[in-house]
């Protein structure tokens, strides 16, 4: 297997996508691996407790942000490989304070870029054609699509539409200006929605797992009508892999899960696996609690994405339905309320309450 014993830096590795990613590689390659994450309130070492006493997984507190910090850990841990996660990624959040998108999700894209552009250049010739830069982004740099139009290609033009968006965009043109004038040997995915384990309680489905085992109301945005691609998370990380082995340097890669789901079916289904795995004579059917509320500003209505490139030339295909990835990620919810408990600290509380106290019903 290509890469199979190179030392990779990932950054972000302790949030959702990452620490599944951390967990993925670690299970089938050999070399070191450095997790460089802020631990923000979205990062959370405690997904990655079943790594304590692997020699191979290095985690490092700091900031993508810090170009010293950056380079000191490229000169000592000397990766062959980096995968960029590291982001603000929550749309909400980034309607109601956008600034941070832009500090990590553009300035630290940007410092990461810059000292991995100097430390690749030091490398003999061999050390500098086996290193990869690959990026991980979204298909939401590519906007949104009405209901019939054809799915977002690596050659759909970008028109991001929230600050989230907007930020993820930018970062992806620094990495492609990158490879353009220095060289630098980057790769970059856009990825549909993903979901599994790990995911902080403050996206759809997560949020609505929770609530619907409590009882609580389950608040979906506008009529409920906007559509998602979806993709188990594993699935996603099997992907990053295939790019990173396989990817041609300078390519961009759609990455999507085939599942184009509507919000309101997506929560619909939550609730009849809370009733099929918690019946609840108190609570009753879950659907009952389904409130429609205030709808997220300029939110895009759906997003698709046409995955043939990756398909086609790396034999990278999703393995899992939604349905049964949906099934296994609330399961997962349902046996893991030590974690859950966990991340429900009082600022993810503040978060709800900021976030959910002015929807009103519609
Ligand atoms: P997440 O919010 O769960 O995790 C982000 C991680 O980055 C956290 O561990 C956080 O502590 C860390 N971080 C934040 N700022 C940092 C900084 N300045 N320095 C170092 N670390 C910092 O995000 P996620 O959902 O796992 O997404 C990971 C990446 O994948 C993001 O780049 C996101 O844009 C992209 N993406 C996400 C999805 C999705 O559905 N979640 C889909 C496509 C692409
Ligand atoms: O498409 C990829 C993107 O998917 C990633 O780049 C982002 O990092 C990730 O957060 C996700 O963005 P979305 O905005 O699509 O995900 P979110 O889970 O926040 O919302 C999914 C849909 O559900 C969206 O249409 C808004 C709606 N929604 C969300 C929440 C939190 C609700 O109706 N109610 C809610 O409470």
């Not at 490229?74 to 062959?80: M, S, V």
């Amino acid at each position: 297997m290509k890469n199979a014993n190179h030392a990779i830096l990932v950054t972000g590795g302790a949030g959702f996508i990452g620490s599944n990613f951390v967990l993925h590689w670690l299970r089938r390659r050999q070399g070191a691996l450095v997790n460089l994450d802020l631990l923000t309130y979205a990062g959370n070492p405690g997904n990655l407790a079943s790594l304590h006493g692997d020699s191979r997984y290095i985690p490092l507190r700091g900031d993508i942000c810090d170009a010293e910090l950056v380079a000191s850990i490229l000169r000592e841990h000397r990766p062959a490989l980096i995968v960029h996660f590291a982001a603000e990624s929550h749309v909400d959040r980034s309607i109601a304070d956008p600034g941070a998108f832009i500090h990590t999700n553009v300035q630290g894209t940007f410092t990461l870029l810059e000292q991995a552009r100097r430390y690749w250049s030091e490398l003999n010739e061999d050390e500098r054609k086996a290193f990869r830069f690959l990026h991980v982004s979204t298909d939401e740099v590519y906007g949104t699509l009405a209901p019939d139009d054809p799915a977002f290609s690596e050659t759909t033009p970008y028109a991001p539409n929230s600050p989230y968006a907007a930020s993820k965009a930018a970062s992806d043109h620094l990495v492609r200006a990158y490879h353009h004038t220095y060289g630098l040997p980057v790769l970059t995915t856009n990825c549909s929605n993903n979901y599994g384990p790990f995911q902080f309680p403050e996206k759809l489905i997560p949020l609505m797992i929770l609530n619907a085992l409590e009882g609580k109301p389950l608040p979906v945005y506008g009529d409920g009508s906007n559509v998602r691609d979806w993709l188990y998370v594993d699935d996603h990380c099997a992907a990053i892999c295939a790019v990173l082995d396989q990817g041609r340097v300078g390519e961009t890669y759609n990455i999507g899960g085939n599942s184009e789901r509507k919000n309101l079916d997506v929560v619909r289904t939550i609730c009849d696996l809370v009733d099929e795995f918690r019946p609840d004579a108190a609570i009753g059917p879950r659907d009952r609690l389904i409130k429609f509320v205030t709808d997220r500003p300029g939110h895009d209505l759906r997003y698709a994405i046409d995955a043939s490139k990756i398909t086609r030339e790396l034999g990278w295909r999703p393995s899992l339905q939604f349905e049964a990835g949906l099934r296994e990620t609330v399961s997962w919810y349902l046996e893991n309320s030590a974690w859950i408990e966990s991340v429900r600290t009082g600022a993810y509380r503040d978060w709800i309450r900021q976030n959910y106290e002015e929807r009103v019903p519609r």
